[in-house]
């Protein structure tokens, strides 16, 4: 057992029993114990309870998300602030001030990469138990939590298409290299397409000014270029289970896009659209003048507060 194994041991242990749960229910109802179809089961049963265990976060994501959105105005004026000030004292100060933002209101430009690293762990876990699969199988490792010497016997025995769960793309064969590269293309492009989804309709134009948010759209196309790069490296197994994940991934997000959009944004205008061909007209003005009012908040920090045209004509006089 290497270094990684021993520092993982507590999570990969964890895996191994959930998958082996999966792997007896499905067993039960009749599947047989060395089909592969069986383990692919197991594997997205795994990543659904993963994924529902996330969904707290997710939560967090979505709503430090929203309040990026609303402090817009105030980061376009710490920006006016500083602005031709290139000297180091005025960037630092630029820095400190906007941390400082950040974190009186409990967000954090970074907050969308949240789930991504903490299913990481999980990953490697789930990496290191399928690679370490034919070493349990024969007898050279011992049983990884519920993952016996019989599973993992079973779990080596089975084959997608008559390839086994633990090949990677750098494996020799044809089939081997075809069911796994188009898995490494379907995964890279389902990471693209969810972030792309997030940047094009759920954050406003004045959000995608924001230097920081420039260093996001770095990532838009380097993380699928990572995965894409090390996915030859990973195991059927584990491209199935980023599969399912980036699937569930992107369904989720559609929801609370559609349903839930961040004030300012394309999805909020289209949700106002659809409000309104329902003939939801009130509730649609309603709902454009509370982002309005949101998006433009005092100096002071303080919401300006909708004013009547009765309250409006009294002024006057």
Not at 105 to 132: D, E, G, Y
Request: proline share 5%; with cysteine; hydrophobic share 45%.
């Amino acid at each position: 057992m290497d270094w990684m194994d021993k520092l993982l041991y507590p999570l990969q242990w964890v895996v191994a029993w959930i998958l082996a749960i999966f792997h007896e229910i499905f067993t039960a109802i009749g599947l047989p114990a060395d089909s592969g179809w069986t383990w692919v089961l197991s594997i997205a049963g795994l990543t659904v309870v993963i994924r529902a265990l996330l969904i707290p976060l997710f939560v967090y994501q979505i709503k430090s998300q929203r309040k990026m959105q609303l402090l817009q105005p105030e980061i376009q004026r710490l920006q006016a602030k500083y602005k031709g000030k290139k000297d180091q004292y005025s960037r630092q100060a630029m820095a400190e001030e906007q941390m400082a933002l950040f974190r009186d209101n409990k967000t954090s430009p970074w907050a969308s990469c949240l789930p991504l690293l903490v299913q990481m762990p999980i990953f490697f876990s789930l990496f290191r138990v399928i690679h370490n699969m034919p070493k349990v199988a024969s007898g050279d490792v011992g049983a990884i939590g519920g993952f016996t010497q019989q599973l993992a016997i079973q779990a080596e025995n089975s084959s997608i298409f008559g390839i086994s769960l633990s090949a990677v793309f750098t494996d020799p064969g044809f089939a081997v290299k075809l069911l796994t590269g188009v898995l490494i293309v379907i995964m890279a492009a389902t990471m693209f397409i969810t972030q792309k989804q997030m940047m094009a309709k759920n954050m406003s134009e004045s959000a995608m000014a924001n230097p920081m948010m420039q260093s996001q759209k770095m990532l838009l196309y380097v993380m699928p270029l990572v995965f894409g790069i090390g996915g030859i490296y990973f195991p059927l197994g584990v491209l199935i289970y980023w599969l399912v994940s980036n699937t569930w991934t992107m369904a989720q997000q559609h929801m609370v896009i559609r349903n839930m959009p961040a004030p300012g944004s394309k999805a909020e205008k289209e949700m106002l659209e659809r409000k309104a061909r329902k003939g939801k007209t009130l509730k649609q003005d309603e709902l454009k003048e509370s982002t309005v009012t949101e998006e433009a908040p005092k100096k002071s920090g303080q919401r300006q507060q909708p004013v009547s045209k009765n309250r409006k004509k009294n002024k006057k006089r």
